[in-house]
C-alpha cells in the first residue's frame, strides 16, 4: 500500500514540476516577446522623431536658399542667375553623393544603428534578468508559505 503511496505522490509531483515548467516556459516567452515589441517601438520611435527633425531642418535649408538665392539674384540684376548660383553647389554635392556612393558614410550609419539596436538588446537583457529573478524570489517565497 505504501508503495501506491509514493508512485501516487511521485506523480503529483511530476505533474506540478511539469506545470511549474510549461508556466515558467510560457512566462519566459511572453517576456521575451515584450522586450522585443518594446525594443522595436523604440527604435521605431527615435527613427520618427529624427526624420520630423531632418525634415524640419530640410525645410529651414531650403528657405535660406531660397533667401540667397534673391539676394544673390538682386546682387547680380538677374532672379535667374540668383538660383543658379545657389543650384549649381548643390547640384555638384548631389551629383558625387549618387556616383561616388561613398562607403565611409554607409558604414558609419549602419554602425550606429547597430550600435543603437545592442544596446537597447542589452538594457532589455538587463531588465530581464531583474525581473526573473524577482518572479523567481516570489515563487520561491509562495512554495515556502
Known sequence: ????????????????????????????IE???LNIGEAVSGIMAASVQRGIGIFLLLGGICFLLFALAIYLGDLLESQSLGYVVVSIPL?????????LKPDSVFKQIQHQFES??????EQN???EEESLKI???????????
Open 116 to 121: 543603437e539596436l545592442m544596446k537597447s538588446i
Open 1 to 28: 500500500m505504501s508503495s501506491h503511496k509514493q508512485k501516487d505522490e511521485l506523480g503529483k509531483r511530476l505533474r506540478a514540476i511539469t506545470s511549474d515548467l510549461k508556466s515558467y516556459l510560457e512566462k519566459r
Open 91 to 99: 547640384l555638384l554635392v548631389g551629383g558625387l553623393f549618387m556616383y
Open 135 to 145: 518572479e523567481e524570489k516570489a515563487h520561491s517565497k509562495s512554495n515556502e508559505g
Open 31 to 33: 517576456l521575451t516577446m
Open 125 to 127: 537583457g538587463k531588465t
